[in-house]
Structure formats: C-alpha cells, structure tokens
C-alpha cells in the first residue's frame, strides 16, 4: 500500500512539472517572439536616423581638408551634380582600415539629396572610390555574407531594402527588420 502511494504522489509531481515546464516553453516562446519583434523595430529605427546617410570609401584624405568642400569637388567634378553646403548637414571622416584613407560618412539635410546621389555612383566606377548607403551592421553582415553565395549574382541596400539578383536574373527584396532569409534555398 505505501508502494502505490508513494508511486501515486511521484506521478503527480511528475505530472505537475510536466505542466510547469510546458507552461515555461510556452513563456521562452512567446519572449522570443517578442524579442524577434522588439529587435526588428530597433532595426527599423536605428535605419530611420541613417536614413539621409552615404559613406563615402576610398577618396584620398588631405591633412586639414575641409570634408564639405571634400565632398561637393567630388560630387560636382565625378558625378556632375551641384551640392551646396546647405544640404549638408554634418560629414566627418570615421575609423576605417588601416593603410587605406578614412571613409567620410555625410548626413544630408533631405534624403531626396542622398538619393540624387546614390543614383549618380556609376560614375565613379573607374576612380576607385565608391558611394554607399549607411547601413546597420546587421543589414551590412548579412549583405556581404548574401554577396559571397556563388548563388549570388549582384546584392544591394536601397532605401530599406535588400535586393539580391540571381543567375536567373530574379530580385529578391527584404526589408530591413524583417527576417532576411535565404532566398537560395
């Protein structure tokens, strides 16, 4: 008789801690949902405060320059549009690799400016700087890591976006913030 009631009064804490660990799983799951979501709205915003923003890599670094006047030779002489120092409204050299010249990060004052320009890099194509949006590190991890899938003909940031083009000439587009999957699979 106490054997059976020994075994009966194990099965219910049994039985109870199945229940409380059900209900714990369920608790992470929701948490982890929720955590998903909370990091994409980080993502969101974090891009949002970027959103006016291009750096500027490889253009040769002069001691004393003035990074304005750096950037509207470069934008008026290679890419043949006129900025006045007005619309812009901060830019600053920032660490970059060692042995080459620091990127130049600039904020625009209106983003139809930074895509005035973005839509003029073509032309520097030959002079060995390039022009890029200023993306959250995140969205550039998983940028470079898609540009390196033999998969992969061409990746790009635009405006919120990832676009991925394959051999089959399909784009693929993610929005920052989102789950960016891997459209490869």
């Given at each position: 008789?106490?054997?059976?009631?020994?075994?009966?009064?194990?099965?219910?804490?049994?039985?109870?801690?199945?229940?409380?660990?059900?209900?714990?799983?369920?608790?992470?799951?929701?948490?982890?949902?929720?955590?998903?979501?909370?990091?994409?709205?980080?993502?969101?915003?974090?891009?949002?405060?970027?959103?006016?923003?291009?750096?500027?890599?490889?253009?040769?670094?002069?001691?004393?320059?003035?990074?304005?006047?750096?950037?509207?030779?470069?934008?008026?002489?290679k890419m043949?549009?006129?900025?006045?120092?007005?619309?812009?409204?901060?830019?600053?050299?920032?660490?970059?690799?060692?042995?080459?010249?620091?990127?130049?990060?600039?904020?625009?004052?209106?983003?139809?400016v930074k895509?005035?320009?973005?839509?003029?890099?073509?032309?520097?194509?030959?002079?060995?700087?390039?022009?890029?949006?200023?993306?959250?590190?995140?969205?550039?991890?998983?940028?470079?890591?898609?540009?390196?899938?033999?998969?992969?003909?061409?990746?790009?940031?635009?405006?919120?976006?990832?676009?991925?083009?394959?051999?089959?000439?399909?784009?693929?587009?993610?929005?920052?913030?989102t789950g960016?999957?891997?459209?490869?699979?």
């Amino acid at each position: 008789m106490c054997w059976e009631e020994d075994n009966t009064a194990v099965e219910a804490a049994l039985t109870d801690q199945q229940e409380e660990n059900d209900s714990i799983k369920t608790e992470v799951m929701l948490l982890k949902s929720g955590l998903e979501l909370i990091k994409g709205d980080i993502m969101r915003n974090e891009h949002y405060t970027r959103r006016n923003n291009i750096k500027i890599y490889d253009l040769a670094e002069n001691i004393g320059e003035s990074c304005v006047d750096t950037v509207q030779t470069l934008v008026r002489d290679k890419m043949k549009i006129e900025i006045t120092p007005e619309q812009i409204a901060v830019t600053h050299r920032i660490f970059g690799r060692p042995n080459k010249p620091r990127p130049i990060i600039v904020r625009f004052e209106q983003h139809d400016v930074k895509f005035a320009v973005l839509k003029q890099r073509r032309q520097l194509n030959d002079t060995g700087v390039s022009i890029h949006e200023d993306l959250v590190k995140a969205v550039s991890d998983k940028l470079l890591a898609i540009k390196e899938k033999e998969e992969c003909v061409d990746a790009w940031a635009w405006n919120g976006k990832i676009l991925i083009k394959n051999h089959k000439d399909k784009i693929h587009k993610f929005t920052y913030g989102t789950g960016i999957l891997d459209p490869f699979c």
